[in-house]
T-cell receptor, first 116, second 114 residues
Framework: NAGVTQTPKFRILKIGQSMTLQCAQD?????MYWYRQDPGMGLKLIYY???????DKGEVPNGYNVSRSTTEDFPLRLELAAPSQTSVYFC???????????????FGPGTRLTVL | AQKITQTQPGMFVQEKEAVTLDCTYD???????LFWYKQPSSGEMIFLIY??????QNATEGRYSLNFQKARKSANLVISASQLGDSAMYFC???????????FGTGTSLTVIP
């Protein structure tokens, strides 16, 4: 199993550009998440999904969009990049709590995004 | 509303000593899960240990143990026999009863001194 994969690892964007951060998992998890982590800070939830076709906003959704057309993939879209979106982005996945006891999140390696 | 509080921004511990990282939580849910993650300087998030709210015994995983005090709403991580490789950020997290979201604390930076 590859676990949770994210691409790209690094990216520099100019203000106003758009891009999609890719996330895929091969563990058949139904729950997937996107977080951002600003320097020296904790994780803030951007969006999450409890299954294909179902997404919901987290704490900091403004400026982002997501879709979940398959169980495996959960891309994050930045439409008009702004310097405030400079951050490290983590994708994560988990089972629903009725299937496994611990239900911990499995994280991807992160994408380091800089907006100049 | 769910909230996780980690009040220790930074901690130092001598190699081979034990250290306790504090975590308190606020929830009105009857059923919830508590997690600890380690984030080394390389950036990845590593799951360490889990405690369910109905688990009667404190969780242990190797050198990690979770001191769970339900009435005080605390879930402190204890690392025994600290190693240099334990130097990292440590995050406490909670999953609520609806199971949809995880709530993270702001983290504690642990430095192990040789």
């Amino acid at each position: 199993n590859a676990g949770v994969t994210q691409t790209p690892k690094f990216r520099i964007l100019k203000i106003g550009q758009s891009m999609t951060l890719q996330c895929a998992q091969d563990m058949n998890h139904n729950y997937m998440y996107w977080y951002r982590q600003d320097p020296g800070m904790g994780l803030k939830l951007i969006y999450y999904s409890v299954g294909a076709g179902i997404t919901d906003k987290g704490e900091v959704p403004n400026g982002y969009n997501v879709s979940r057309s398959t169980t495996e993939d959960f891309p994050l879209r930045l439409e008009l990049a702004a310097p405030s979106q400079t951050s490290v982005y983590f994708c994560a996945s988990s089972y629903s709590r009725v299937i496994r006891g611990a239900n911990e999140q499995f994280f991807g390696p992160g994408t380091r995004l800089t907006v100049l | 509303a769910q909230k996780i509080t980690q009040t220790q921004p930074g901690m130092f511990v001598q190699e081979k000593e034990a250290v306790t990282l504090d975590c308190t939580y606020d929830t009105s849910d009857q059923s919830y899960g508590l997690f600890w993650y380690k984030q080394p300087s390389s950036g990845e998030m590593i799951f360490l240990i889990y405690q369910g709210s109905y688990d009667e015994q404190n969780a242990t995983e190797g050198r990690y143990s979770l001191n769970f005090q339900k009435a005080r709403k605390s879930a402190n991580l204890v690392i025994s026999a600290s190693q240099l490789g334990d130097s990292a950020m440590y995050f406490c997290a909670m999953r609520g009863q609806d199971g949809n979201q995880f709530y993270f604390g702001t983290g504690t930076s642990l430095t192990v001194i040789p």
